[in-house]
C-alpha cells in the first residue's frame, strides 16, 4: 500500500509486521527481480511476518512503482542508489536482504558498497555470469535479450522466458494466466532498460564477492537455463562463510516452484545468525 | 486501515489477504469481545492469511471504529445488526467466524439467527450467560475488590484490566513487563463510558437459547485453566450446539487466544480443515 520517495521517484512497497507490538523486530527486505513485481511473493509473507517485519519493493518502473520515463538512462549504480534511500527514506539503519536474480544481483553490489546496511544476504538464483553463451536463454537467437525484447514484446518475451524456464509456468494454469498478466504490466521501454545494467561492468559482480561482509546465504536453483549448480557452488566458495542450499525446482524461479524449501532455508540460514541486534 | 458504514454507524477493520490472486479464497472474521480491539488478534494472521482473507472488526465504541458517546442505548439487537450489516456493507455472503469473549457470545446468536452467513463458527472462551455473582460483583472476576462498574469507573479500563491479570484470568499474568504493559495500553483506548455502558447490558446476555438452534459446523475452544468459563461450562457448550467439535487448549488462564495462539490456530485450522 505505502509508497516513498527514493532518489527522485515513487516507490511502492509492501510493509507487514505480525511480530509482537513491544518488540522491535528486524526487518527483511524482499527484492523482486527483472518484469516481476512484490505481489509475486506475497506467500513468503505469512511463514515469516510473525518473527519479521516484512518488506516488499516494487522495483523502479514495475508494479505499481512510478515508471521512470522512457529516456531514464538505466544503470547499476542508479538503481543502488534507489536502494540505499529507500532504507534512510524508511527509517532502516541495516535488513536482510533476500534477493531474486537480478535483486541479488543488486543485493550483492549494495552490501559490498554499504555492507554495515545489511543483517544479512540472500542470494535466490543469482546469475554468476551472463556472458555469451551463458545467457541464449535470455537471447533465444536474437543478438541481444533487449532485442529480443523489442521484437517479441512484454507478452512474447514473458512467454518465451516461460518456454526456456526462465520464468515459472507455478502449478496451474490459473497461475501461469495471472503471473503473465502481471508481468505485462511491466512496459516495454522499462524491460528494456532494466536488463542493460546487466551487461555492464558495474554489473559484474563476480569481482565483490571474495570482499563480501555480509552473512549470505546461497539458494541455488539445480535447473536454472541461465546459472548452473557450479555457478552457484562457486558463488558461495567466492563469498566468505557463505552457506549454500540447493533448492530442486523445474526453473529458475525457485522461489516461485519450491517456496516451503526456500523459506525453510531461510529461516534456518536467519536463526542460527549470531544475535546483534537488541530487542 | 479501512472503515465502513454500517447500522448506522463507522466500524474500523483490518483486512489481511496473502492469498494466491488466482484463487477464489473464503474469509475469516476475528471478533474481540469487551474492551479489546482487532489488535488483540495480531499472532491469528500469519496462520491463516495465506490461505484466507482475514478480517479483525473493531466492535462498536471499541478500537478505531466510531464511539457512539456516552449515554448510547447499548443493547445486544443493535450489536447484532452491526455484524449483519457489516457483512452485507463488505458484500460477504457467508463467512468463517471466531469469536472470543463476547465476540463469541454473539458469534452464537448470530449463528443461530442467521446460519447462511456462516459458514463456521469458533467460540473461544464463551461464557453462556455473564453471572452477576462471578463477574460483576468480583466472586471469580478480582475488580480490584470492587465491583465492576465502580472498578471501570475508579480504575480507567486499563487499570481494571490489570486486576484480571491473575492466574487462570487475563493474559499480561506471565511474560515480560513489556507485553504486560502494552495489553494494559490496548485496554486503556476504550473509552471508559464504552466500557461501563457495554457491561451493564451484557449482563442479562444469555445465549444458551440460541446454542441448541446452531446448525452451522461449530468449533468450541476451551481453556483448560480459566477462572471464569471451567471445563465443565465448556463441555455444556459442546453437549448443547449439535454436531460441534471441543478442543481443549493448554494456557494459563481465559485468554488462550492470545496466551496460546500457536495451539489455538493449530486447532481452528484442523478444524476449518476437516469441515
Redesign the interface.
Known amino acids: 500500500m505505502p509508497t516513498v520517495v527514493a532518489n527522485g521517484i515513487d516507490f511502492h512497497y509492501e510493509d507487514d509486521n505480525f511480530t509482537d507490538p513491544w518488540r522491535t523486530a528486524e526487518t527483511i527486505w524482499i527484492q523482486h527481480g527483472v518484469g516481476r513485481s512484490s505481489e509475486f511473493w506475497h506467500h513468503w509473507v505469512p511463514p515469516l511476518a510473525s518473527t519479521y517485519r516484512v518488506i516488499r519493493r516494487d522495483q523502479r518502473g514495475h508494479g505499481r512503482s512510478v515508471f521512470p520515463g522512457k529516456d531514464f538512462d538505466w544503470s547499476i549504480d542508479d538503481l543502488m542508489k534507489d536502494m540505499v534511500e529507500f532504507l534512510d527514506r524508511l527509517g532502516l539503519e541495516s535488513v536482510h536482504y533476500i534477493g531474486e536474480s537480478m535483486g541479488a544481483v543488486l543485493g550483492v553490489a549494495c552490501s559490498h558498497r554499504w555492507p554495515e546496511r545489511f543483517k544479512s544476504l540472500t542470494l535466490c538464483s543469482m546469475p554468476a555470469d551472463l556472458r555469451p553463451p551463458k545467457n541464449k536463454a535470455l537471447t533465444v537467437g536474437y543478438a541481444d535479450s533487449a532485442q529480443a525484447k523489442r521484437d517479441l514484446g512484454v507478452a512474447g518475451w514473458a512467454e518465451k522466458m516461460i518456454e526456456q524456464g526462465v520464468i515459472s509456468r507455478g502449478q496451474s494454469p490459473e497461475y501461469l494466466k495471472w503471473a503473465i498478466n502481471e508481468i505485462n504490466q511491466t512496459s516495454l521501454e522499462v524491460l528494456v532498460g532494466i536488463g542493460r545494467p546487466l551487461y555492464t561492468p558495474e554489473a559484474n559482480v563476480a569481482e565483490m564477492l571474495s570482499t563480501l561482509q555480509v552473512p549470505t546465504l546461497v539458494l541455488a536453483p539445480t535447473k536454472s537455463p541461465i546459472t548452473s549448480l557450479e555457478d552457484q557452488v562457486w558463488i558461495r566458495d567466492t563469498i566468505p562463510d557463505a552457506r549454500i542450499e540447493v533448492i530442486d525446482g523445474p526453473t529458475h524461479e525457485t522461489y516461485v516452484d519450491r517456496p516451503l524449501e526456500c523459506i525453510e532455508a531461510v529461516k534456518d540460514f536467519l536463526s542460527r545468525l549470531p544475535s546483534r541486534s537488541s530487542l | ?1 479501512p472503515d465502513v458504514i454500517a447500522n448506522g454507524a463507522r466500524f474500523h477493520y483490518e483486512l ?1 489477504d ?6 477464489e479464497s473464503d474469509t475469516v472474521w476475528l471478533q474481540h469481545g469487551f474492551g479489546r480491539s482487532g ?1 488483540f488478534w ?2 491469528w ?3 491463516l ?2 490461505k484466507y482473507r482475514v478480517i479483525r472488526r473493531d466492535m462498536r465504541g471499541h478500537g478505531l471504529s466510531q464511539d457512539p458517546g456516552p449515554g448510547h442505548p447499548w443493547n445486544i439487537e443493535e450489536l447484532l445488526n452491526d455484524m449483519k450489516s457489516f457483512l452485507d456493507e463488505l458484500g460477504l455472503e457467508s463467512i468463517h467466524y471466531v469469536g472470543e469473549s463476547v465476540g463469541a457470545m454473539l458469534g452464537a446468536c448470530f449463528a443461530a439467527r442467521w446460519p447462511e452467513r456462516i459458514k463456521s463458527l469458533t467460540l473461544s472462551s464463551m461464557a453462556m450467560f455473564m453471572n452477576r455473582s462471578d463477574y460483576e460483583e468480583g466472586k471469580l472476576a478480582p475488580n480490584g475488590g470492587m465491583d465492576w462498574p465502580t472498578a471501570l469507573r475508579e480504575l480507567g479500563v486499563g487499570g481494571w484490566a490489570e486486576t484480571q491479570m491473575v492466574p487462570g484470568i487475563f493474559a499480561g499474568m506471565d511474560g ?1 513487563p ?2 504486560k ?2 495489553l494494559i495500553e490496548q485496554w486503556n483506548k476504550t473509552p471508559r463510558h464504552v466500557a461501563i455502558e457495554l457491561q451493564a447490558a451484557v449482563m442479562n446476555f444469555d445465549v444458551r437459547p440460541f446454542l441448541t438452534q446452531i446448525k452451522v459446523p461449530t468449533l468450541v475452544l476451551a481453556p483448560s485453566n480459566s477462572a471464569l468459563q471451567p471445563l465443565e461450562r465448556q463441555i455444556q457448550v459442546h453437549r448443547m450446539v449439535a454436531g460441534s467439535k471441543i478442543a481443549v487448549i493448554q494456557g494459563p488462564g481465559h485468554e488462550v487466544y492470545f496466551d496460546s495462539a500457536k495451539s489455538a490456530t493449530a486447532a481452528h485450522r484442523k478444524f476449518l480443515n476437516s469441515i
Open positions: 486501515m489481511d496473502f492469498t494466491d490472486p488466482w484463487v489488535k495480531y499472532q494472521v500469519p496462520p492469511s495465506g515480560s513489556e507485553r504493559k502494552w
